[in-house]
């Protein structure tokens, strides 16, 4: 390998230069190159992004995976780029639990039915937050860590250089201050009254020498001058790329918003069929569906895009124990009894299969033409749908409604 010394040296007198002038600046003894204020806003921008992008990215991380322990196994996986190895969710550990149980107590016990159901239902539940997790990940944290770990070392790797280039253009401009001081002082107080003549040439080649080193000042000022403005120019294109930035993460943030109203659609649903299945089969434990509007179900179409995505409700789930009246349930609409109004009737188009909950419900099948309206004092977030000679109460959110 060779050794190159001049080379070394020169690299540790730049070393060595910088030092010193960042030294300076520090202690207030030399002046120092600003930046104009649209390329610090900049700076402080990027800035910003990074620091919040790289808070978003480990929170969200540990909203997709609570377990601390397997984040630090996935990071290491990650790092010595080997494949993950598939983990049970909880949900899906404990349908097997369940089913297991179910088992061992008897498929055919009520218990041992009823575990069989709740856990075909976690079992559901988990499948659905492992698909969550997975297009979250690819379409959410991937692009953040991109940015993290491509984009922003471009940026801070330009940034060092920049400021390199700054520290070795004040140098300079400090070298050629300083040789101008000691030129014009050569040149202001030549030794004539000297009876010796040797102590006039000394002061007179020290006078030219200053003029060679103000000379030599002023070429490296200028080389350090151009190459202090390109790299300038460079590091403001990259700090302008953030608003481009913004926007790609802008538009992953909509995709991991649509994924979450997904994964929870996904899970009301579930668990509402799970709820009417318990409820007509232990005949103990009932859900009060009247009251409520569900939300699309999981083979809904996506939306185009979060802020256009349908707000999905809180559905309060009320009990009723068998024995205790229920005023809702005492008040059970009687479609036979339902006249439509002279007018305010209309068309709609059933976005997805529904299956009626109860005799009062219309079940529904997606695609198909029905006619809807409205009764006085009726829940707004159902309607009175009729197909030919069948009437029920349907579901607003299930439904498009046509002028």
Not at 216 to 245: M, W
Not at 330 to 345: H, W
Request: net charge negative; with cysteine.
């Amino acid at each position: 390998m060779d050794f190159n010394v001049k080379k070394l040296a020169s690299d540790a007198g730049v070393f060595f230069s910088r030092a010193m002038q960042f030294t300076e600046e520090k202690l207030g003894q030399a002046e120092k190159t600003e930046l104009d204020a649209h390329f610090e806003n900049l700076l402080a921008r990027a800035d910003s992004t990074k620091n919040w992008t790289e808070k978003i990215l480990r929170q969200t991380e540990v909203l997709l995976q609570p377990n601390p322990s397997a984040r630090v196994e996935e990071f290491l996986y990650e790092k010595l780029d080997r494949k993950v190895p598939s983990r049970v969710t909880n949900g899906e550990l404990l349908a097997q639990y369940m089913t297991e149980a179910a088992n061992d107590f008897g498929p055919g016990t009520p218990y041992g039915k009823t575990l069989i159901k709740v856990g075909e239902t976690q079992r559901r539940l988990g499948a659905a937050e492992r698909d969550f997790i997975h297009s979250a990940s690819i379409n959410f944290l991937t692009p953040l860590r991109n940015f993290l770990e491509g984009d922003w070392r471009t940026i801070s790797k330009e940034r060092r250089i920049l400021q390199n280039c700054r520290l070795d253009l004040d140098a300079c401009k400090a070298r050629l201050k300083k040789a101008k001081a000691a030129e014009a002082k050569a040149a202001a107080v030549p030794d004539f009254q000297e009876t010796r003549p040797r102590n006039y040439i000394l002061s007179a080649s020290a006078s030219a020498l200053w003029s060679d080193e103000v000379e030599k000042a002023e070429h490296e000022l200028r080389l350090t001058q151009t190459e202090f403005d390109r790299q300038a120019e460079v590091t403001r294109l990259l700090l302008e790329g953030i608003s481009s930035t913004h926007v790609n993460h802008l538009r992953c943030l909509h995709e991991f918003v649509e994924s979450q109203t997904n994964y929870y659609a996904q899970c009301y649903q579930y668990m509402l069929d799970l709820q009417k299945q318990l409820g007509r089969f232990s005949g103990t434990f009932v859900g009060n569906a009247e009251s409520t509007s569900p939300p699309p179900a999981a083979t809904s179409p996506p939306a185009v895009g979060a802020a256009t995505l349908p707000a999905v409700p809180t559905i309060p789930v009320v009990p009723t124990i068998v024995g205790v009246p229920n005023t809702v349930a005492e008040s059970v609409l009687n479609p036979n009894e339902v006249k439509p109004p002279a007018s305010g009737t209309r068309k709609a188009r059933v976005l997805y299969d529904y299956e009626a909950a109860d005799s009062s419900e219309l079940a529904l099948l997606a695609d198909e033409m029905i006619t809807v309206y409205s009764l006085p004092g009726m829940d707004p977030d159902w309607l009175i749908g009729e197909r030919g000679n069948q009437k029920g109460k349907v579901p607003v959110t299930y439904l498009e409604l046509l002028s």
